[in-house]
């Protein structure tokens, strides 16, 4: 792909963007696991819940740009579960970037980031029906760990999630 991608820290006024990119997202990849109403209602939070979480500025959140359009982000930080590791909380592309090389462009820096953090180990969740991020992450180096989890997204019906970790 032609182009220039550029990473960098999230400030609290790429709410917006965030936002955007999280939204549309959801809507291509998650439709199929949950109910209109529920699904309608967690595309609309999505939407608007980063303004908050950029202010917080408690974790680490990288936007990657290509051509100066805003089309990807990570979000990660110290691990609640596993001490001295990383977990990326997530990591989500606009449909419109998915092909272009945003993605693993900002996967790189994300793991340049999270090396210069110090630290020795990231691992992330995703959803065991979504190959197509499956592949990116093996892809990326992540390797399944053999944990699973059900994660309840709010609609009370825990949807398997598998655990994906990368030795750094």
Avoid: C
């Amino acid at each position: 792909m032609n182009g220039v991608f550029k990473v960098f820290p999230a400030a609290p006024g790429d709410g917006d963007a965030v936002g955007e990119i999280h939204a549309e997202s959801w809507k291509v990849a998650y439709a199929g696991f949950f109910p209109t109403k529920f699904f309608d209602h967690a595309v609309s939070h999505r939407r608007g819940k980063w303004h908050g979480v950029l202010a917080d500025a408690k974790d680490t959140i990288l936007l990657a740009t290509l051509d100066g359009r805003p089309l990807a982000f990570s979000y990660f930080g110290s691990s609640p579960a596993h001490p001295e590791s990383a977990e990326i909380f997530g990591f989500y592309g606009h449909p419109d970037g998915w092909g272009t090389g945003v993605a693993g462009a900002l996967m790189a820096a994300s793991l340049d980031r999270i090396r210069e953090e110090r630290f020795g180990r990231v691992h992330l969740w995703t959803l065991r029906d979504t190959p197509q991020s499956r592949r990116f992450y093996a892809k990326s180096g992540f390797t399944e760990s053999g944990a699973v989890r059900g994660h309840d997204f709010g609609d009370g019906n825990p949807i398997e999630q598998i655990e994906y970790e990368l030795i750094l």
